[in-house]
């Protein structure tokens, strides 16, 4: 694996997109975004993609750049800020990204019914059945792309610390004698087709950052592949990998 991986953020369509996540998430204040916080999530993002030496599309590092220029912007004094601004003392640093934000907001919910639409008449996976009657645990159809991307990154994130508290020399394995495509069938063999799935963190045997990588990379093919998909029960909660099943 010498090459970058290039990864198709499915989950995001531009980096707009992925700041209306982190607002709708953490449950910021559209109009009152504090830029501190919504660009330390946002480089968390950009800095495990890099960790994870994935390609990142150039729209998205502009985007960080802009967001740690206004976050530099709002912590200068007041007296300063008011200086710079002599000519609108009004102007907030932050309106520009704010109507960005709220037109996009716009365009994205008016495309979303038919998203849904589309997504529902192309549906073809689903749970194993499960009694009605079981205990009240009867569970909507499973859906493929349940987990953004950002949950996704979110779990690597923490498998990546946990290796840099680790000193032996098993991370220098080059990556290139790790088989994408072995991993794959590993997984595959791994996640049995039942309703219980498997831990995200099970699929990491191995707690090095060679291993996590290809594993992570296998695990998007795979879902790009719609041989498995991931979900998260509850806002936070860990997530499952399914082994999909087509139904005929």
Do not use: W
Request: proline content about 3%.
């Amino acid at each position: 694996m010498t090459d970058r991986y290039q990864v198709k953020l499915d989950g995001f369509e531009g980096p707009l997109d992925l700041l209306l996540h982190l607002i709708n998430r953490y449950e910021i204040d559209i109009y009152d975004i504090p830029v501190s916080t919504i660009t330390e999530q946002y480089m968390n993002y950009i800095h495990t993609l890099q960790e994870l030496e994935l390609n990142i599309a150039s729209e998205y590092l502009v985007m960080a750049a802009s967001l740690l220029a206004m976050k530099s912007q709002m912590l200068l004094p007041a007296q300063q800020l008011n200086d710079d601004y002599a000519e609108d003392e009004e102007e907030d640093p932050r309106e520009e990204l704010i109507q960005r934000l709220i037109e996009y907001k716009k365009f994205k919910g008016a495309a979303e019914s038919l998203k849904q639409k589309e997504e529902k008449a192309n549906r073809v996976y689903t749970r194993a059945k499960v009694d009605a009657e079981d205990d009240g645990e009867n569970d909507e159809p499973l859906e493929p792309g349940e987990v953004s991307m950002l949950d996704m990154l979110d779990a690597v994130n923490r498998l990546l610390k946990q290796t840099k508290s680790r000193t032996v020399q098993e991370t220098k394995i080059k990556k290139d004698e790790i088989s994408i495509q072995m991993r794959m069938d590993e997984i595959l063999d791994k996640i049995k087709i039942e309703t219980t799935g498997t831990r995200f963190h099970d699929l990491f045997e191995e707690k090095t950052k060679p291993h996590i990588v290809v594993t992570f990379i296998a695990v998007l093919e795979l879902m790009k592949n719609k041989d498995i998909t991931c979900v998260q029960p509850n806002h936070f909660d860990e997530l499952v990998v399914y082994k999909l099943e087509e139904q005929a």
